[in-house]
């Protein structure tokens, strides 16, 4: 007897131009390439660098010395390290008129240096000065780099525990997914981060009141105040909450948002993430694949970070015409409970990468089988561009749940990397989301 079953196949097709680059800007200052290649923040030691790479063109002259400018913030910027660590000075270049740091070591036209400049601090990104002096003259133009830290900062929070025990800072989305009818907690504090007072708080949210929330006349230096809300069922469906505060310090009116995320849903794939492998070897928990010559989980290291979340991402980088995919098989009663008319299905991934002349687009095909009406049927859940770019990784989502239409006895998702072109895919945060149908 022929069982009820239903297929979902994401599948990676290289199709259009580059998915993705590298968030590099590059200027050219007095014949030399001028690159900002990365910020970088590091969580452990609260401090965040920003990374430049300076580039001749075999065009002369000669570079004598690179600036970069440090803005003058309300809070002062904190200098914890720079490379090279010499020969350098700080303050105002007396020949670009650039107030910052000045890189005082000649590069010859053929050559290229990374340099780079630590704060103290989650220093967000901005728009510096950047000079090069070479011969006679010099250029300057502008460029990504460091900004001013804000001396208020909101942070919203949920926590789905009775006691409170964790609470989760959901920024990314899709951010944690939560069975609907969960009670869900949220938490709003306000920090000043200055070293005066901030005052004439306000402090609302898109989708809740808050004037439960009873805010103090003024926020000392270095201090906060929390607002926890009463407990609120959790509802299906992607969810995206955004909280303000506002504050005067030292006269002048600053604004903070955050951003909370949650997935009201039933996970039925398992190690989306590609976070285990608990025997360490090319096919991870829970998948299976084919054609993986070239193709492994990768993990973050100190000067890149690879993954969406966590610290793994799984890799695509395929031969000449060959297909490589990576798959997971999902049976009833083993992985999920029956899955019927009643309801829905959601495919969720992010995606980065390079390739040669193609883009990447996801879809998945279902098949099902109606013992009721006596057929069979096809369908496909197309998934887009969702939301745009976080990071380097392209959110994408189906653009409607698809609502089953006969009964379900097993999925499978799978993710493949078609031999048509050249580079390289990253596929990270894998989510098959179930809820009610109508």
Partial sequence: MRKNHIVISTIILLLGVMVNVVRAETILLNKFK???????YDEDYDRTTFIYTVAG??????????DLEIPECEIPLEVVGYNPTEPVEFGVDPTTGIDGIKWDKPLKVWQTREYSIT???????????????????????????PGCINPIEVIKSFSVDDDGDTWYDANLPIGEVIKPG????FRFEIINHGDSP???????????????CELPESIDAGESYVCTLDPIPAVEGLHLNTATATGIYLGELHTDTDVVYYFGGEELLKNGSFENDLDNKKLLDNWRGSHLSKDMRVRNSLSNDVAYVGEYAFLFKGGKNENSKLFQILKREEDFEELGAVDMLTLVGFVKGKVKGKEITIHATIYYENSALGQNGRSH????????????????????????????????????????????????????LRTSGP
């Fill in 381 to 432: 859940l197309i998934l887009r561009p969702f939301n745009g770019y976080y990071g380097d990784y392209l959110f994408m989502m189906s653009e409607e749940p698809f609502v089953l239409l006969g009964a379900v006895h097993k999925t499978k998702v799978e993710v493949r990397y078609t031999g048509q072109a050249g580079g390289k895919v990253y596929v990270d945060d894998l989510h098959l």
């Fill in 57 to 66: 063109t075999d065009q002369p002259p000669d570079l004598s010395h690179f």
């Fill in 198 to 212: 901030l005052t004439d708080l306000t402090l609302t949210d898109d989708s809740f009141d808050l004037s439960a």
């Fill in 182 to 185: 969960t009670l869900i907690t």
């Fill in 34 to 40: 001028v690159t900002f290649t990365d910020r970088v």
């Fill in 119 to 145: 704060f103290a601090g989650n220093v967000p990104m901005g728009k510096v000065k950047a000079a090069v002096k070479g011969g006679v003259g010099y250029e300057t133009g502008l460029i990504s780099g």
